[in-house]
Structure formats: structure tokens, C-alpha cells
């Protein structure tokens, strides 16, 4: 007689458990895609450049289009990376950019603020302009090198959030994304 080995079903445990990865696997995965940061270390300075991936969508063009303020934040922490501990932050950068259409004259301002003080504002009538403004940036200097330790390994973390939301408005779970970055400081 021949025997046949059959598998047995996968238990209620199994099924949780692979589908918990599945979601944190495409969630890390879309994070990964949706927030792109590069950290340079020049002279005395950390500079950042990142991007928003798909962060001016539709429904922010819409939400734009009908002359509602439309703020994107981004929360930048430089961290250091501690074994077994908490990892500890350096410091803190709070990057906002608001944009408001004006359907009289058809401009769109753009106004940048860094740490609480206005750093750049245009005033532009081209949606592919704004998407650049407020989703972009290139080699910002947040943070002076004078406050890392040599030969340390750092990462830049930035969260990003939108204002208004209505749930899922710019990201699936409507609390924002995040990425991040490392970097090691040598001297």
C-alpha cells in the first residue's frame, strides 16, 4: 500500500501571522518608496535633500484648486543610533510648506517656513511649479556638525503630514509617512 502525506491545513495562527507580515512588509515597502532622503556632510554642516514621491496627488490638486490652504509638514530628526538603548535625538528641524490658490487671479502662493521663521516665497501660476515647491528639496542645511561625535553612525528620520486630511487624503492611513536615512560622521 502506498501512503500519501498530506499537509495539514494552515491553522488560524499561521494565516494571522502572514498576513500581519504581508501588511508590514507593503507598508514598509510603500514608506521606502514614498520618502526618498539622501544626508550630505559638508564642511560644518548636515545638509538634507529629499523628495515626496507622489505626494502631490489628485486629491491635493483638488483640495488646492478650490483655494483652500493646503500645508505639508515635515518633521526632520537627526538621531543617533544607540545599541540596546533608545536612540537618542540630536536635534530637531520642522519644515512647512503652504500653498493657496487665489481663483480671482489664478496664482498660486507658495510660503516656506523653517523652525517658525519664513525662508522662501513665490508666487507662481504653474501647478507643476507648486508640486516641485511644496514635494522637493535639495540640500537644505538643518544641522551643524559641531554637535556629532566623530565616527559615529547618525540617521536622518523625517515624518511627513498633511493639512487638511480627511483620513486618507494624501497617505493610506492618513497620519502621514516616514523614511529614513543613515549616514556615519568622520573626522
Partial sequence: MKQTVRSAPC???????????????????????????????????VLVTFELADGFTDEVRAAVRSGLKTTFTYTIDLRLEVPAWVDRTIATAVLTNSVE???????????RVLDGMVED??????????????????????????????????????TATARPTNGAFLWPWGSGTSGQAKFTFLR
Fill in 11 to 45: 491553522s488560524l495562527r499561521q494565516a494571522c501571522f502572514c498576513f500581519l507580515a504581508a501588511v508590514s512588509l507593503s507598508a514598509t515597502l510603500w514608506a521606502a518608496e514614498g520618502l526618498r532622503i539622501v544626508p550630505l556632510v559638508r564642511d560644518d554642516r
Fill in 101 to 111: 490658490y487665489d481663483n480671482l487671479t489664478r496664482q498660486h502662493s507658495v510660503v
Fill in 121 to 158: 516665497s513665490q508666487v507662481t501660476d504653474s501647478e507643476a511649479v507648486v508640486g516641485e515647491l511644496m514635494t522637493s528639496f535639495h540640500r537644505l542645511p538643518l544641522f551643524r556638525t559641531a554637535v556629532l561625535e566623530p565616527n559615529r553612525e547618525y540617521y536622518v528620520r523625517i
